[in-house]
């Protein structure tokens, strides 16, 4: 479960975190923070003194680049090496599992101390001598447990380490409404570009990301929505007593809906929730993505997604599913598509070319 960076251990965990989410897609990167969203300020002549303001609206200032970071996970690792900020990453929890990173930033991450396989302890963390912490989640303090209890804002302080949320993923409580768009994600990519002093690679990779997802939006212009396909992600690595959805204020919905496709699931006002199989069947998806976790090479994860086809072909309450029946399967990766990052407008193109194949192009 170590990938799953967006909610924690799995999908119980996910629950107890009432901060992962999204900013609820309203297309504007810098909402108020009424709306759940974490704006940045503006910046004066050469990039500082820049300022962010969480999903409460409290400001944090910063008058020069931070020279080491912790991240919390994984979301935030992979941001930071995209925007070449890799070289400050002293510590990251939730780190990222073998393969699941991009092979061109494999190496850098895999450097990265790992401060805690899950949850950073509390002890560890302010004593790091970080002087920035990415924070994908809003509040720890509910996991409680082995996890201990997160730091207080004056510990952070005394410890010297300021701290820049994810809105994509960290304010669910106060968003309004799904997320539909990936505002929220390229918010973020700019605002830690900002506050590290990249921005000018912050705005390519948006760009890139904007381009993408841009050539899907033209192609499917002439689809009616009530024409597009319906679409549940099957959460195989959170197991499959009890399927566990991704609702509305998670990236997924965004994705799957830039995609062309109708998330079966968007009207659930959350970012996961655990579901009765009786609703996938009674809400019998056109097509299924195999949500896998990468196992670290491509054999281990065709074995897993193997694994979660026979599930669903064999299990009684999915096997006479129409997607089941028609073979409507979609072997692309849990963290490319829930975890909030550069590679979700990959994933849009890819889902785009499986369930619109005639109209994009450079599916799996």
Not at 88 to 117: C, N, Y
Request: with cysteine; proline share 5%.
């Amino acid at each position: 479960m170590r990938s799953r960076v967006l909610c924690g251990m799995a999908a119980a965990v996910a629950l107890l975190v009432t901060g992962c989410g999204s900013d609820g897609g309203s297309g504007s990167a810098d909402a108020s923070p009424a709306t759940g969203a974490v704006s940045a300020g503006p910046a004066a002549a050469g990039g500082f003194p820049v300022e962010v303001t969480d999903c409460a609206g409290t400001g944090t200032t910063f008058t020069a680049a931070p020279k080491k970071i912790v991240t919390s996970n994984a979301a935030g690792l992979e941001m930071l090496l995209h925007l070449g900020a890799g070289d400050r990453l002293i510590g990251t929890g939730f780190p990222p599992g073998k393969g699941s990173l991009p092979a061109a930033l494999a190496d850098q991450g895999a450097k990265v101390p790992v401060l805690g396989d899950m949850v950073i302890p509390k002890e560890k963390l302010l004593g790091s001598g970080a002087d920035l912490y990415v924070e994908t989640f809003a509040d720890m303090s509910g996991m409680g447990g082995a996890m201990g209890s997160a730091p207080t804002a004056q510990e952070y302080t005394a410890a010297g380490i300021k701290r820049v949320f994810l809105a994509s993923t960290a304010c669910a409580a106060t968003a309004q409404g799904p997320q539909r768009d990936l505002a929220g994600v390229e918010g973020d990519i700019r605002r830690l570009g900002q506050v590290t002093g990249t921005s000018a690679k912050a705005e390519e990779l948006v760009a890139g990301m904007e381009k993408k997802v841009g050539a899907v939006t033209a192609a499917l212009a002439g689809v009616a929505a009530d024409q597009r396909p319906t679409y549940f992600f099957f959460d195989f690595d959170a197991g499959t007593k009890q399927p566990v959805a991704v609702c509305g204020k998670q990236v997924a919905n965004a994705v799957i809906t830039l995609a062309g496709a109708r998330n079966v699931f968007a009207d659930c006002d959350a970012d996961f929730r655990p579901v009765a199989w009786e609703e996938v069947v009674g809400r019998n998806p056109d097509w299924i993505q195999l949500g896998v976790r990468d196992k670290g090479s491509e054999a281990a994860n065709a074995k897993a997604f193997d694994e979660a086809e026979k599930f669903l072909r064999e299990f009684p309450a999915t096997k006479g599913l129409k997607a089941v029946q028609e073979g409507h399967f979609l072997r692309i990766g849990s963290e490319v598509t829930t975890i909030a990052g550069v590679r979700n407008a990959d994933t849009v193109q890819r889902i785009a070319a499986v369930v619109h194949p005639g109209l994009v192009k450079g599916g799996q």
